[in-house]
């Protein structure tokens, strides 16, 4: 199986900044990878696939970027709505294995 | 539009089964694979396989092979999974997601659309 591995486990920021979140996969996935939002006692919701590709609605501070093994998520301009658990996720092959997750925090 | 609304909460006693539905609507249930996706309290997500609707081919992760079985009644554009020799480990909330792919060269699958979820309590 591909192990995720997602860094930092949590963090905390203010409204405002520049987030980044990093996922690295145990092999290459090429850009087989997938971010989702999760709040609290919420479904995920899909935020980016194909390691850079935006999903509809999803607003344009939130950006993709990797290939091979490492991945990046960035919130640009930090919003109070952001407060959320954020996970990797690659589809490369089965099983479609997560990461552990990044708990954002608003200061 | 687009949702998937799953079967309401359960509460089993060991070594039982539970089965768990997700009704589609709002777009062709044969046209996307239904995944389920399971969720343990403050714990992270856990992928456990996959179901075609159309082929009703399935994909089960490992671990649970042998124990879950994944289903689909396209007349009422339902799928189902079953898991049977329930533990307290398997306690958890359980999320349907509908599977989706996009390019041309290369086909890169994600889940785009996603159900409530389950809440299943495995308790004596």
């Known amino acids: ?107 | 539009q687009v949702q998937l609304v799953q079967s309401g909460a359960e509460v089993k006693k060991p070594g039982a089964s539970v089965k768990v539905s997700c009704k589609a609507s709002g777009y062709t249930f044969t046209s996307n694979d239904i995944n389920w996706v399971r969720q343990a309290t403050g714990q992270g997500l856990e992928w456990m396989g996959w179901m075609n609707p159309n082929s009703g081919n399935t994909g089960y992760a490992q671990k649970f092979q042998g124990r879950v079985t994944m289903t689909g009644n396209t007349s009422i554009s339902t799928a189902y999974m079953d898991l049977s020799s329930l533990t307290s480990e398997d306690t958890a909330v359980y999320y349907c997601a509908r599977g989706a792919t996009s390019g041309y060269t290369a086909f890169y699958y994600y889940m785009d659309v996603w159900g409530k979820g389950t809440t299943v309590t495995v308790s004596s």
Do not use: H
Not at chain 1, 55 to 64: D, K, N
Not at chain 1, 75 to 104: H, M, N, R, V, W
């Open chain 1, 1 to 107: 199986d591909i192990q995720m591995t997602q860094s930092p486990s949590s963090l905390s920021a203010c409204v405002g900044d520049r987030v980044i979140i990093t996922c690295r996969a145990s092999q290459s996935i090429s850009s087989y990878l997938n971010w989702y939002q999760q709040k609290a006692g919420k479904a995920p919701k899909l935020l980016i696939y194909a390691s850079s590709t935006l999903q509809s609605g999803v607003p344009s501070r939130f950006s993709g970027s990797g290939s091979g093994t490492d991945f990046t998520l960035t919130i640009t301009s930090l919003q109070p709505e952001d407060c959320a658990t954020y996970y990797c996720q690659q589809s490369y092959s089965t099983p479609y294995t997560f990461g552990q997750g990044t708990k954002l925090e608003i200061k």
